[in-house]
């Protein structure tokens, strides 16, 4: 049985284009539970078997065609998995499945919220309209009281809700992911229902923290014009359990990366 365990959360940006990077935070940095976001192919498509051969031989999948798509792969066993539908679209957006941590077992929300396109005007843009409504839907689920289990929050939530969480606060308080009705739908969430913000536990404001560099910037790196858009959140008797977190931006700069790059937690038992 575990005495602790780590939790990757990674958007992979098309599981089937970034095998090989899933194969190298594998070897690099093990994680026992890895949770990846926009797997973009349907369960029959997911390429279980080299998962397996790294030891990820327990695997929970909800995938489809060309889009969205979450999995969670696990060295831990699993004692159940769910599915939870949003906005009535069909999207493949949400995995839960409760591992085997040596104790009473700890449930693992796997998320991806939805982009919200590039006009944060509900009346003029559907894709906006659209978070709002999953943003609506995820408070009544899981933002009215603290979970009654351990349970964990992590995926990419496609909002930075702090200042720190984007290069520029000011400049960005227009741009979809940072603008205000946004951030305060995602922080009335995670207060409602209790969730610790382990990352920001770990590494407080006011230091400046990213998981998520642009495509469109020729040297991501050098203008480290980023956003916090991935999130591990835990239930108020898992939090003190997280004993450490890592980003690890290396993994931006690696080869055919995706434009997120993963968070690890230490959970102790």
């Known amino acids: 049985m575990a005495r602790s365990f780590t939790l990757a959360t990674w958007n992979i940006n098309s599981v089937r284009i970034r095998t090989d990077l899933v194969e190298r935070l594998a070897a690099e940095r093990a994680p026992d539970v890895l949770c990846l976001q926009e797997i973009k192919c349907p369960e029959a498509n997911f390429p279980s078997s080299v998962f397996r051969k790294l030891g990820y031989v327990h695997q929970a999948i909800n995938g489809q065609k060309g889009y969205h798509g979450v999995a969670v792969l696990s060295r831990l066993p699993f004692a159940a998995i769910d599915r939870r539908g949003f906005c009535d679209k069909g999207d493949a957006r949400h995995i839960a499945v409760t591992v085997d941590d040596g104790g009473d077992g700890v449930e693992i929300h796997n998320l991806y919220v939805p982009a919200g396109g590039d006009e944060p005007d509900a009346t003029l843009n559907e894709k906006f309209a659209h978070k709002l409504q999953f943003l609506d839907e995820m408070a009544a689920w899981i933002g009215k009281a603290p979970a009654g289990r351990a349970s964990i929050v992590v995926g990419d939530l496609n909002i930075a809700p702090l200042e720190h969480d984007v290069w520029s606060h000011k400049q960005l308080l227009g741009v979809v992911s940072h603008t205000p009705v946004e951030t305060a739908a995602l922080e009335a969430i995670r207060t409602g229902g209790g969730w610790v913000d382990a990352m920001r536990s770990h ?67």
């Open 203 to 269: 590494i407080p404001v006011p230091q400046k923290l990213y998981t998520w560099w642009s495509y469109r910037s020729a040297d991501w790196s050098a203008a480290d014009k980023g956003r916090r858009l991935d999130h591990v959140w835990a239930c108020p008797a898992v939090a003190p359990r997280v004993a450490a977190i890592e980003v690890l931006r290396a993994a931006r700069g690696w080869d055919r990366p995706s434009d997120h790059v993963p968070v690890i937690a230490r959970i102790e038992r």
